[in-house]
């Protein structure tokens, strides 16, 4: 789930472990969840936590002014920090985090969401209304796609890239998804969706889009929108005034579900909530980010000044860990390590 970011928030920050550690999966197995602490807008206190199954937790901290976004790859943790117009590479072993790792300048980008195929990082960028990408071998960042407006979400599929435009030029909201090559960065497709794409997902032939729009008084609203790439159909369903819902959507359990009301909530075929299949049960106003890993689901809570957690919910809709994490927990990742 993807946000606007223009707070500026003085905030204490207590780091801990609390209730159950993460299930155990094999004595062989090392794993590490990865959480984006994204930080004051304006400071340089966004933070990366990490846990492993054990429970033990972990932090680097003070890496930049909001970070934005993360992304596993091989033996490497990817971390794009917006304000700070930079990414850093970190490399992983079975103990955690190897520092200071690499920072590479994105050039005052203002860089947002990335995805990582054969070797390069492509990322989206406010600032320059583009993609660029991250040549992984030589840490060289070059142009790639130059685009119209401000792009959010990235996905791979099948050599193409599918783009979510959440805000136009001049900061209203857009209702483009595009796809292109990631062969020649053209834009090969484009598709008219709800206002606001900030969050996609790719299932067969279909996209699925989390929408977040405001008004003139910057109230927000919600939907859902689905685009059959092959026939070119879209439908969207915006919901009615009232409905709260964060910015993501995801595939769990064979299903479309829709974060919504203090959970993630099953899409029927017409984008509309089956509410009996509701997993989770906190504050909708404070529920920032939503995760879908390992059958479980990650959500990050905060209400903007001493509460900053993150709860793991299994699929029976039980409450399994909570741990206490930086200023604003926003996107996860997952990386695991086999012993020989």
Known sequence: ??????????????????????????????????????????????????????????????????VQSLEVYNDKLFVIVNNSHKIIAYDITENGLSLPGIEVSTNGSSPREMVIVDDYLYFTNWNTNDIKRLNLFNYIISDFSTLDGKPESIIHDNGKLFVAMQMNNDYSDSNKVYQISIDTGTIEEEWTV???????????????????????????FYGTSRLDVINDEVIINNYNEGVVCGGSIHKFSSSIFRSSDGGIVSLDEDLNF???????????????????????????????????????????????????????????AYWGFEEN
């Open 1 to 66: 789930m993807k946000k606007l970011l223009f707070l500026i928030i003085a905030i204490f920050i207590s780091f801990s472990c609390s209730n159950e550690a993460l299930d155990e999966n094999q004595n062989n197995v090392q794993s590490f969840v990865f959480v984006a602490c994204e930080g004051n807008f304006g400071a340089s206190n966004g933070s990366v936590y990490y846990f492993n199954q054990s429970g033990d937790i972990f932090s680097v901290d003070n890496i930049g002014d909001i």
């Open 194 to 220: 709800g206002f606001g794409p900030t969050s996609i997902i790719k299932d067969d032939n279909n996209i699925y889009v989390a929408n977040t729009y405001y008004d003139e008084n910057f109230n927000a």
């Open 274 to 332: 089956i509410s009996n299949t509701k997993i989770g049960d906190e504050i909708p106003s404070q529920l920032y980010s939503t995760e879908i890993i390992n059958n479980k689901i990650y959500f990050g809570v905060t209400n903007f000044t001493d509460i900053n957690l993150v709860k793991i919910y299994n699929s029976n809709n039980e409450l399994e860990s909570t741990y206490e994490v930086g200023l604003f927990p926003g996107d996860f």
